[in-house]
């Protein structure tokens, strides 16, 4: 927006360019108020709420976490086919007779599950970090990509240098872009921080590649600067 | 918001409320951004869509019309109960066993019902001015608060001296508060032409009481504004 009367010394804005911006405002939430009314609506109750818990439900999760037996999850197959492309071929290639599915899910504790059920439902979920964690490893094996956006930006946000690298071979496991660039960022600003922990040497020898691949980017990035440098 | 350095004469506005409201606006289409995904990944697929026409419904709703006979609409109890308190009453009270209800509506097109159904997935519909009419009765019955309210403002745009009546009188009927203040405002403001319209004599002869009721609050407006004015 141009502000015809605008004056740098004295800084002003005319009356007429804050009566658009105002307007503007106000008009960006009215169309607030009716997203978040649109979005309360198709709020599904989450399944964990106890009168809901089994209502008619068509298909039964459960978490198998190592030997441990822990409680089924019971949830609609419409709400999983249309969160998740996975569950989505799963389901619609069943046996149409089969009323009542189980899905096993291996390597899952019963409150990620639970939390990741209840997000499919809600598009919300209390997390920390580790649910976080745990959450973007079960958006990204169903392809849940909300989800995975989601715990994307809220680890994104917890960076520090204790997780720069735990962080970025999480992001480089489950194919988390937006993580893996926040991280590399950090990373190669704090290289020679990075370089002296622990967990650096580790990663050397755990997994050379993924250290390499941060040099690189480190390098590449440094011959830029130092050529634009001699350029100028 | 207060602007220290808001002269009047030259009607300026300070540089930093400038920014400050330039802030508020980025947030909030961030929030809007935001709250545009979530309401995407919340929204169901349209059962109109020929893939998902039948993945795994469990109710069929038809609509009875006279005695046309039409298609059946498929559709999940889930969406129905979460949507609608007259749909979980209904159904939470069947029996267990009968894994597919039929719901027959009477008195309504295959047309408004498929559209109602598909509204319930997706709060989305495509709307003339008949269909809101027949959508804000179904609204009305189902209790879809949100479907209704709506109704009643798209049907609130659409007022004009031919439909101030019709519409106090659909609102009236169907317990549309909104658009019955807004017809009621409209009628009370334009008087002299509406009472001299077909329509206005038709509901005189066919509904009295909702005519006095015109007028009772037409003189109670002029009662409070005669009183200001001897008070003046």
Not at 9 to 35: F, P, Q, Y
Not at 130 to 159: G, N, P, T, W
Not at 175 to 191: E, G, P, S, V, Y
Request: hydrophobic residues 40%; glycine residues 0%; proline residues 3%.
């Amino acid at each position: 927006m141009t502000c015809p009367r605008y004056i740098p010394h004295n800084a002003g804005i005319c009356k007429k360019c804050w009566d658009v911006k105002t307007e503007a405002e106000r008009e960006l939430l009215e169309e607030l108020n009716v997203l978040k009314a649109k979005s309360d609506f198709l709020h599904l109750s989450s399944i964990n709420h106890e009168n809901n818990s089994k209502s008619f439900t068509d298909v039964v999760l459960i978490a198998s976490d190592a030997e441990a037996v822990t409680p089924p999850i019971h949830a609609h197959k419409i709400v999983l086919v249309s969160r998740s492309p996975v569950f989505k071929a799963m389901l619609e290639n069943e046996m149409e007779e089969s009323h009542r599915s189980i899905i096993k899910i291996n390597e899952v504790s019963y409150e990620v599950l639970q939390n990741f059920v209840n997000y499919l439902y809600t598009a919300e979920a209390i997390v920390d970090e580790q649910m976080a964690c745990d959450l973007l490893i079960m958006s990204e094996k169903y392809q849940v990509a909300y989800l995975k956006r989601q715990c994307e930006k809220f680890l994104a946000s917890k960076l520090s240098l204790e997780k720069y690298l735990k962080f970025y071979v999480l992001a480089h496991q489950h194919n988390a872009k937006h993580l893996l660039d926040a991280a590399l960022t950090k990373i190669i600003t704090n290289m020679d921080m990075v370089t002296k922990r622990e967990e650096y040497k580790e990663l050397v020898k755990s997994d050379p590649h993924l250290v390499l691949n941060i040099h690189e980017t480190y390098f590449s990035l440094y011959v830029a600067e130092t050529s634009t440098r001699s350029t100028v």
